[in-house]
């Protein structure tokens, strides 16, 4: 009786194609934006932060071209679409929750708030993952998104770093702070919460 061998472990390197490196590019540009924001923390430089949203833009370009480019050369792989998904967890989620945290939205509710704002996308890429091929109504492409792409959180990024050239961080944050049973909430806060409900929501919206 032969002993069953073990499956044969997968080369990461060999099996990348060129629209994976370019994937993982966005997810580099996502953890970047968080060190310069945790470095913006340290040092209270402002540069930082516009330097943190300027690499969640730049997560967007390499966002939209690992698609074309997997499109172009016509190598795409379900170890791709994972990459993508996991990539733009980092730098469409984690990374603006991250900047609104640095810029001040610190209290209990605001991080309750950020916190279910990375869930949302999260969930978002789940159900995409898992829909994909009946959203692209047999063909190759999605024909449109249910929900809004957690890209859209580059929005988001784009007010903090506009309130950031205006001085308007911590105690200064557009729309101030309210207290409730003793914990802060900076109603700005509140555009995650809209931006992450749009994200699991049922809305249609075409794919360009």
């Known amino acids: 009786m032969t002993t069953p061998q073990p499956p044969k472990p997968l080369s990461m ?32 430089e402002i540069w930082h932060v516009y330097f943190a949203c300027a690499l969640v833009l730049a997560a967007l370009v390499f966002d939209v071209l690992d698609g074309r480019i997997a499109r172009w050369r016509q190598k795409t792989s379900l170890m ?24 001040g939205m610190q209290g209990l509710y605001d991080r309750i708030i950020l916190a279910y704002f990375v869930a949302c996308g999260v969930s978002r890429l789940a159900r995409y993952n898992i829909t994909a091929e009946t959203l692209s109504e047999g063909g190759d492409k999605v024909k449109y998104f249910e929900g809004t792409p957690i890209p859209t959180s ?5 007010l903090l770093a506009v309130a950031a050239a205006f001085g308007a961080v911590h105690q200064d944050l557009w729309f101030g702070q309210i207290k409730l049973a003793g914990f802060r909430l900076h109603p700005l806060v509140l ?7 749009l994200m699991i929501s049922r809305i249609r919206i075409p794919k360009i």
């Open 154 to 158: 580059l929005l988001l990024v784009l």
């Open 191 to 197: 555009t995650f919460a809209l931006s992450g409900s």
């Open 13 to 44: 390197i060999r099996d990348f194609h060129l629209a994976d490196w370019v994937t993982l590019a966005n997810a580099v540009c996502g953890v970047g934006a968080i060190f310069s924001t945790m470095t913006y923390l340290q040092s209270g």
């Open 80 to 103: 791709g679409r994972e990459l993508d998904s996991l990539a733009d967890v980092i730098s469409f989620g984690v990374a603006p929750a991250i900047i609104a945290y640095g810029c």
